[in-house]
């Protein structure tokens, strides 16, 4: 996994050129406590970098997810839907919310490192 990371704490795996992987960071996923509901995008819709493209309610909160970066939705996470806890227990990995073409190179540039 090649991650970038945003102030909202969102990821988005850039390793596949061609798509990203996009979910909520470790930190976020400590900071809302027990997820017990996720609210996916659509398949085939298409976010600007910075839109509301999902939420993840929490025994403690409700937060919106933002998109990383621009494009359009081609796949999402139906086993995150089935079990929101994935969010908790594995929130790098199995844990992902959806996947998105047509990224835009530019728009991953200012993403923030892990150390960032």
Known sequence: MTLKYTPDHEWIDVANPASATVGITDHAQDALGDVVFVDLPAIGKT????EVAGVVESVKAAADLYMPVSGEVVAVNE???ADPSLANSDPQNAGWFSERRNRDDIQIRPLLSIAA
């Open 47 to 50: 976010f600007k970098r910075g």
């Open 79 to 81: 086993t995150l839907r």
